[in-house]
T-cell receptor, first 114, second 113 residues
Framework: NAGVTQTPKFQVLKTGQSMTLQCAQD?????MYWYRQDPGMGLRLIYY???????DKGEVPNGYNVSRLNKREFSLRLESAAPSQTSVYFC?????????????FGAGTRLSVL | AQTVTQSQPEMSVQEAETVTLSCTYD???????LFWYKQPPSRQMILVIR??????QNATENRFSVNFQKAAKSFSLKISDSQLGDTAMYFC??????????FGPGTSLSVIP
């Protein structure tokens, strides 16, 4: 039972390069999320998708785009990477965006932008 | 706006002892949910325990229990009989109905042999 799978695990980019972080879940969850984790700041929500076909901005969406490709997959794209986007990125999924939300997380992607 | 505060950036505890991690939050809502997540060195986020705000009874999950004080907006996590595997970052998180999860900044817990 894989749960939430993120690829890649590590990535180094140069300023201005683009890349896409992939996320897939096999729990048939409706909702998916992208967070970034920075020291001393916990997790901050970048974008989320309450259901297939919908996406919404979170707390820190600038510089990112997302695509909910289907129910299983939710990708995060950096069009022109900046050093400020150096962080650890987590994908998560849950059954629904409702009060009993329990989020299941992937293992994270450590991204460095030089 | 909702905020979650964890005032203890780092804590340590002797193996087999008990430790309490604090969390406070700010909201005007009456119906919401609170969580504690654990992030070990592997970075995997793991749900530890969950509390529904409408329930007065404190949640318990094996060695983990919470002290939920709704009026004080406090949600502390108690870990009993601490084990080396409990060494991790612990995040308090908040969600109100039909909304996004808000995480606190985390507390780094070290269990000392």
């Amino acid at each position: 039972n894989a749960g939430v799978t993120q690829t890649p695990k590590f990535q180094v980019l140069k300023t201005g390069q683009s890349m896409t972080l992939q996320c897939a879940q096999d729990m048939n969850h409706n909702s998916m999320y992208w967070y970034r984790q920075d020291p001393g700041m916990g997790l901050r929500l970048i974008y989320y998708s309450a259901s297939e076909g919908t996406t919404d901005k979170g707390e820190v969406p600038n510089g990112y785009n997302v695509s909910r490709l289907n129910k299983r997959e939710f990708s995060l794209r950096l069009e022109s990477a900046a050093p400020s986007q150096t962080s650890v990125y987590f994908c998560a999924s849950s059954e629904r965006v409702l009060a009993k939300n329990i989020q299941y997380f992937g293992a994270g992607t450590r991204l460095s932008v030089l | 706006a909702q905020t979650v505060t964890q005032s203890q950036p780092e804590m340590s505890v002797q193996e087999a002892e008990t430790v309490t991690l604090s969390c406070t939050y700010d909201t005007s809502e009456s119906n919401y949910y609170l969580f504690w997540y654990k992030q070990p060195p592997s970075r995997q986020m793991i749900l530890v325990i969950r509390q529904e705000a409408y329930k007065q009874q404190n949640a318990t999950e094996n060695r983990f229990s919470v002290n939920f004080q709704k009026a004080a907006k406090s949600f502390s996590l108690k870990i009993s009989d601490s084990q080396l595997g409990d060494t991790a970052m612990y995040f308090c998180a908040f969600i109100r109905s039909y909304d996004k999860v808000i995480f606190g900044p985390g507390t780094s817990l070290s269990v000392i042999p």
